[in-house]
């Protein structure tokens, strides 16, 4: 399908909510804070995964504002719970968000199931793949969960790398309001999808996750690295640790484990 049938075809199937939340949401966004957009013609408009760097609770609205205003409609993984809370779960129905639970691995399956059905309408999942907002003390990315790889090899859907950085300034991490003044302003940008055709090839297992996760992790930190003008630390910080590890540790660790379920007949962890 060419961009503008899928274009067209995305803002047909936009619900009133949809609409609704854009009129408010762009406006405001657009007072408090200042941005500068590259790369959003990366974004495809018949069907893709959006994965973004996570700094500030502002991050979603930035995030969703450049994918809508691409012509793709975006649709982000929320917690469950949220969907729970009166007109607002409403409303994240309406938006068609996408409810995550943790630590249920069958309602995780039936989150990636209704991710796959977007994708296939021509949305645009958009993911965090650090799973909430990153704790490095410097605020780079830090080490990833699996989802969005698994998301990507198991649909075959183009993953695009979305970094932004500036949003932290406007509500910082653990404040209680943003600061509005001075208004601050923010820098985002598309790059293009990357490539996982060598592991789109191999059987799911451990290692091939780990190897396109290690490469989301890579490529959302040189993107960050590129928007803040300074090099990224050579280890990445994991939070289940609080310490900087070698970059390489997942896929290592998976290859182990690989090895151990071949021995043991456990097979793979999909």
Not at 42 to 63: E, F, T
Not at 81 to 94: A, D, H, I, K, N
């Amino acid at each position: 399908m060419d961009a503008t049938g899928s274009s067209a075809q995305e803002t047909a199937r936009r619900s009133p909510a949809w609409h609704l939340a854009a009129g408010l949401v762009r406006p405001g966004m657009n007072a408090l804070m200042g941005k500068e957009w590259h790369g959003l013609e990366n974004i495809p408009s018949d069907g893709c995964i959006v994965v973004a760097n996570h700094v500030s609770l502002i991050d979603p609205l930035a995030v969703l504002h450049a994918v809508y205003r691409s012509g793709t409609t975006p649709h982000i993984m929320a917690k469950d719970s949220l969907f729970r809370v009166p007109v607002l779960g409403t409303l994240m129905s309406e938006l068609q968000l996408i409810p995550v639970t943790r630590n249920a691995r069958d309602r995780s399956r039936e989150s990636l199931d209704i991710a796959h059905g977007i994708i296939q309408e021509g949305g645009a999942v958009v993911i965090y793949p650090e799973g909430t907002l990153t704790t490095d003390p410097d605020q780079w990315p830090m080490r990833m969960k699996t989802g969005a790889a698994r998301l990507a090899l198991t649909t075959g859907a183009p993953i695009v790398p979305l970094t932004h950085w500036g949003t932290h300034r406007f509500l910082p991490f653990g404040a209680k309001a943003p600061r509005i003044l001075p208004r601050r302003s923010y820098t985002l940008r598309a790059d293009e999808p990357l490539d996982m055709s060598d592991l789109r090839s191999r059987p799911l297992s451990r290692t091939v996750l780990a190897q396109a996760t290690q490469r989301i992790e890579q490529a959302l930190t040189e993107g960050v690295s590129r928007l803040r003008g300074e090099p990224a630390p050579e280890l990445i910080w994991d939070r289940n640790i609080s310490q900087r590890v070698p970059r390489d540790q997942l896929r290592a660790r998976a290859e182990q484990q690989d090895r151990h379920a071949d021995r043991t007949g456990e097979g793979s962890d999909e």
